[in-house]
């Protein structure tokens, strides 16, 4: 026996429900036996539901998710998505690049109008926005490296462990998306250079106290990075670039002068440009908050809408 939970209580409703948790097949059993169309909402980052998609909207269930997984992991997983979104069936992820930000439908409408995309480059971890802009201002010397990095999850900028941030894994399964989205063939997000900032000897901490406890043993390594930028007039920030022609995606720390946009991001904002035929003189640049619950919240519900008025 299933039923519908009003909006305004679902959290409470379900922090007080002593009904066992479904299976994905039990859920997707009964979402296909509904009476009318039907949208799943994915706000997980589940590899598991994430590996149901192509059964789920084999099923009719249109999708809407913010979830990285599911168009990050393996190419066969991505073309097997979207060979099941038969016509009448959509899948919608804006929130899997960017949160809020129109990352993901500007690339399409320029795919779509026939622009040509030649390089795409930008900031896309809040997490790396806000410890590069702390740790190596336009302005100022900034803190050491480590402190730093606690200072930002004390903040919350961080997950529970930095290294989760740190690995740059986010960022490379969001320049996986978009690489896939321009026509690129990758395989994984794993399958292109990564610079990771965790030190070797750090990787295998015990915990995340533990890691924080032993990084200021390495601020040199990141200082000297950051020193070598200011002898040439720039700063040094966490970037991923993908290059068409070329066919090569990059995630990791390059020098940009300080007049550059990516140098002047402050907080935790994105910076995404996309360099294109008909934006060859000036790229096309979208900027703004690209992580935090409104946002994320904003892009999900933007696709929702979007969805539902296709399905009316």
């Excluded at 993901?104 to 926005?129: A, C, N, Q, R, Y």
């Excluded at 336009?138 to 999850?153: C, D, I, L, Q, Y």
């Excluded at 990084?215 to 920030?237: H, N, W």
Aim: hydrophobic content about 40%.
């Amino acid at each position: 026996m299933f039923f519908s939970l009003p909006l305004e209580d679902v959290c409470d409703s379900l922090e007080k429900s002593t009904q066992s948790n479904l299976r994905i097949s039990e859920i997707i059993e009964y979402l296909a036996a509904a009476p009318s169309k039907v949208v799943l909402v994915d706000n997980t980052s589940s590899q598991e539901i994430a590996n149901s998609y192509p059964q789920i909207l084999g099923e009719k269930i249109s999708i809407v998710t913010p979830n990285k997984k599911a168009f990050s992991s393996s190419r066969k997983l991505w073309e097997d998505i979207f060979t099941a979104a038969t016509p009448g069936t959509h899948v919608y992820h804006e929130s899997s690049v960017g949160a809020g930000l129109p990352i993901i439908s500007t690339l399409k409408d320029l795919i779509d109008t026939g622009d040509e995309i030649l390089k795409i480059e930008g900031v896309f971890s809040g997490t790396m926005s806000f410890l590069f802009d702390s740790f190596a201002p336009v302005k100022g010397s900034g803190g050491s490296w480590s402190a730093e990095v606690k200072r930002a999850r004390e903040l919350g900028f961080t997950e529970p462990d930095p290294r989760d941030d740190l690995n740059g894994l986010d960022v490379a399964r969001k320049l996986t998306i978009l690489a896939r989205l321009v026509g690129m063939q990758v395989d994984s997000p794993t399958s292109f250079p990564v610079q990771s900032l965790i030190p070797k000897e750090l990787e295998d901490a015990a915990s995340a106290d533990e890691f924080l406890m032993n990084l200021p043993k390495f601020d040199a390594q990141m200082e000297e990075i950051k020193v070598s930028a200011e002898k040439e007039g720039k700063v040094v920030r966490y970037v991923g670039s993908i290059t068409v022609a070329t066919n090569e995606i990059r995630v990791g720390v390059e020098k940009f002068s300080c007049s550059h946009p990516i140098s002047t991001l402050k907080g935790g904002d994105n910076i995404i440009s996309f360099h294109t035929k008909r934006y060859s003189n000036s790229p096309l640049i979208i900027q703004g908050a690209g992580a935090g619950g409104d946002v994320t919240a904003m892009g999900v519900t933007g696709d929702l809408i979007k969805v539902i008025r296709q399905l009316s």
